[in-house]
């Protein structure tokens, strides 16, 4: 247990929001790979900032696994304690990120290096999962090691109480834009953005009610069943004595492998437009949802035990599945993620470690 918690502690004391660089927690992890083949896939988000990635193959491993994991964490929003100062209380570790991703990060790299060098995976760790996803992206486009040797199955390391996860939900996103005239609200010379809003946001309010409750549109393995509809609106620091110039409506739309999604699409389109609204659409890649009988499934299920099933939460494994099958699997629990008391069970730390050796040295012989 000793150097997976060090090393969650390490990392955790590192901020790596996904609001700033990431590249001091990926330089402390690139630290403990000095044998390895490393790849560093760097970008600049479109703030400005400097990000980057990192693909390693270690020398003389026949694996064809790769474990992957993201270093970006959420924002510290309602953290009454410094969000970067890891405590130990109740058998739990607490601090930002302890649960998504830096605990579960910590036991594969800790695994992997009490893994035989001949069967350790492929090592892929990245920025900007918490936002834009860009940095699997990049990885997918541009790494050396993903074209040259590409691996046979991916094990994404995201909080899923040590079970087996064979599929997800993936999501659209959509940026709907109103612009009205900025001006101090008792001239009467503005127009409130808002305004245009109202019959757009009162039509997507049907749209989000006909998914919860039509159930021809829900899927029975899901929990809950039915499709997230979720919107915010952005006034962008408007004070109520100020007209709203700019108004943004920022919608996710979540859906399964058994959904179309092109209809709700469509009608999430038409009604922007129907409004006079800027729309702007970006779908994810499509649900990484593997059978209940793939023989990788069933594989993972024997080495680690208990029954595959699939989950709401969006991965990286829809972006891995474009080059290899892609399971998730990691220690903590989801409900204590993105919380201003974020943690993880230290005895699920230490499980996992344990769980990711078996599974880099017996794995790949299913695959």
């Known amino acids: ?115 035989d060098p001949t069967m350790r995976p492929l090592l892929v760790l990245t920025a900007d999962e918490e936002t834009t996803k860009r940095g699997v992206r990049e990885v997918v486009a541009r790494s050396r090691h993903l074209r040259e040797k590409p691996p046979a199955c991916f094990i994404v390391c995201e909080p899923t109480q040590l079970g087996v996860v064979r599929g997800h939900r993936v999501d659209v996103q959509f940026v709907v834009t109103a612009r009205g005239v900025q001006a101090h609200s008792s001239t009467g010379k503005g127009l409130n953005a808002n305004l245009a809003l109202i019959p757009f946001l009162s039509d997507l309010r049907l749209l989000h009610l006909r998914l919860r409750q039509d159930t021809a549109l829900h899927d029975p393995q899901y929990d809950p069943p039915f499709c997230d509809l979720n919107f915010v609106i952005d006034n962008h620091g408007t004070v109520p004595n100020t007209t709203v110039g700019l108004a943004t409506c920022r919608i996710k739309f979540r859906y399964s492998k058994s959904f ?42 024997k080495i680690v035990g208990g029954r595959a099933r699939v989950m709401g939460l969006g991965t990286e494994a829809s972006e891995y599945s474009r080059v290899a099958p892609s399971l998730i699997f990691g220690p903590g629990d989801l409900d204590d993620a993105h919380k201003p008391s974020e943690s993880i069970e230290l005895s699920q730390l230490s499980a996992a470690e344990e769980a990711y050796v078996r599974i880099a040295e017996q794995l790949p012989a299913a695959l």
């Open 260 to 301: 179309d999604p092109a209809p709700v699409v469509e009608e999430v389109r038409r009604i922007a437009m129907q409004n006079g609204l800027e729309i702007i659409v970006r779908p994810e890649a499509p649900p990484p949802e593997l059978p209940a009988d793939a023989r990788q499934v069933i594989a993972l299920e």
């Open 1 to 115: 247990m000793s150097n997976v918690l060090t090393l969650a502690r390490q990392m955790i004391a590192v901020d790596s929001r996904s609001s700033v660089s990431n590249l001091p927690v990926l330089e402390l992890m690139q630290s403990r790979l000095t044998a390895w083949d490393v790849e560093r896939i760097d970008y600049v988000d479109d703030d400005g900032v400097p990000k980057a990635n990192l693909v390693a193959r270690h020398p003389g491993s026949i694996s064809t696994l790769a474990f992957a994991g993201h270093l970006d964490t959420v924002s510290a929003a309602g953290w009454m304690t410094d969000p970067f100062a890891p405590t130990i209380d109740g058998g739990r570790l607490m601090g930002l990120g302890a649960a998504d991703m830096k605990g579960p990060v910590a036991a594969f790299m800790c695994a992997v290096e009490r893994t």
